[in-house]
């Protein structure tokens, strides 16, 4: 759930680094062919975009938010507390586990790259890394 007026971006790639750790939790719930594009440019997306490409469930003006948050946990509150476990348990990924660990070493070794380091210097600096040529 989001404030419709948040907005969202997987900006890694501008700053030369991979978005490997991020990936690990959020490519399962994002479409595929979504993940790709947001992943691959980097572009900021709306709420509205968010919840239909699967990163959120909804967006929802500012002033309905707290409502909405009520509506949910409501909902919750009627499953019985070991069924809601054991589907918790059941919609697990345990590959994610193995996952992460791998995609924490990938990010490490692009952070620590000269890519990377320029990217972020750049991006500290405010200015564009030296892979983006001036039009």
């Known amino acids: 759930m989001a404030v419709d007026t948040a907005t ?7 700053i030369g680094v991979v978005p490997a750790v991020i990936a690990v939790t959020v490519l399962p719930r994002l479409l595929p062919r979504a993940a790709h594009e947001l992943f691959l440019t980097g572009e900021t997306f709306d709420a509205g975009r968010a919840a239909a490409v699967g990163l959120v469930n909804s967006a929802v003006p500012a002033e309905r938010l707290d409502a909405e948050v009520t509506r949910y946990v409501e909902l919750l509150r009627l499953g019985a507390p070991g069924a809601l476990a054991a589907t918790k348990a059941l919609m697990q990924r345990p590959e994610l586990d193995t996952a992460f660990a791998a995609m924490q070493q990938l990010s490490a070794r692009h952070f620590a790259s000269a890519e990377g380091q320029e990217g972020m210097a750049a991006f500290a600096e405010k200015r564009p890394p030296n892979w983006v040529r001036p039009r």
């Open 8 to 14: 969202f971006a997987f900006t890694e790639v501008r």
